[in-house]
């Protein structure tokens, strides 16, 4: 089954704690990216890849790291996580920029205590 | 910058009543618009789109049609069921060149429940 899968669906942590939120999709696809997604304020990027070994920034992208090695996967880290980091977080990816259409995973919940 | 803002939510409705569900845009480019929608635990699925103005995405009922002259993409079903209760998310993604920039930028989301 074509899919993009997110681990953990569910996280509490302590300021400070790193952690790192894995994202991984099954259909060969190019470009993959991060979202935070908060109440009143829809869904901003936070970085994407368009192929292995290359990332940029998306709008939001302070306190976040990514890394892009394999073209599956695509991991978010969070370095010294802060409680404005508590959000709803959705890797997405789609087969190209050419392609517009883009698969979501389903969502990993983080409160940073 | 781009911009998506749909109207205020939450909508509540019938069964069998009609949808509509008001987003507009700003964009500097030509973008391409898309309605995702989202149920209860689960990460979002795309809808329906449109890439061009005056094309008409249509699934499950709904529809959509891309007014460039009020830089509108209203959502609209004729018959909602309790099952099409969900939040839905208009947004964009700007092209240069027929090539997507691939960032998706999202409306503020709009909730939807239908009752019985």
């Known amino acids: 089954e074509a899919q993009v899968t997110q681990n953990p669906r569910y996280l509490i942590t302590v300021t400070g704690k790193k952690l790192t939120v894995t994202c991984s999709q099954n259909?060969?696809?190019?470009?993959m990216s991060w979202y935070r997604q908060d109440p009143g304020l829809g869904l901003r990027q936070i970085y994407y890849?368009?192929?292995?070994?290359?990332?940029d920034k998306g709008d939001v992208p302070e306190g976040y790291k990514v890394s892009r090695k394999e073209k599956r996967n695509f991991p978010l880290i969070l370095e010294s996580p802060s409680p404005n980091q508590t959000s709803l977080y959705f890797c997405?990816?789609?087969?190209?920029?050419?392609?517009?259409?883009?698969?979501f995973g389903p969502g990993t919940r983080l409160l940073v205590l | 910058g781009n911009s998506v803002t749909q109207m205020e939510g939450p909508v509540t409705l019938s069964e069998e009543a009609f949808l509509t569900i008001n987003c507009t845009y700003t964009?500097?480019?030509?973008?391409?618009l898309f309605w995702y929608v989202q149920y209860p635990g689960e990460g979002l699925q795309l809808l329906l789109k449109?890439?061009?103005?005056?094309d008409k995405g249509s699934n499950k009922g709904f529809e959509a049609t891309y007014r460039k002259e009020t830089t509108s993409f209203h959502l609209e079903k004729g018959s909602v069921q309790v099952s099409d209760s969900a939040v839905y998310f208009c947004?964009?993604?700007?092209?240069?060149?027929?090539?997507?920039?691939?960032?998706?930028?999202f409306g503020q989301g709009t909730i939807l429940t239908v009752h019985p």
């Open positions: 997405a990816s789609s087969l190209s920029l050419l392609r517009e259409t883009q698969y």
């Open positions: 259909m060969n696809h190019e470009y």
């Open positions: 890849s368009m192929n292995v070994e290359v990332t």
């Open positions: 964009a500097t480019g030509y973008p391409s």
């Open positions: 449109a890439t061009k103005a005056d």
């Open positions: 947004a964009l993604s700007e092209k240069a060149g027929g090539t997507s920039y691939g960032k998706l930028t």
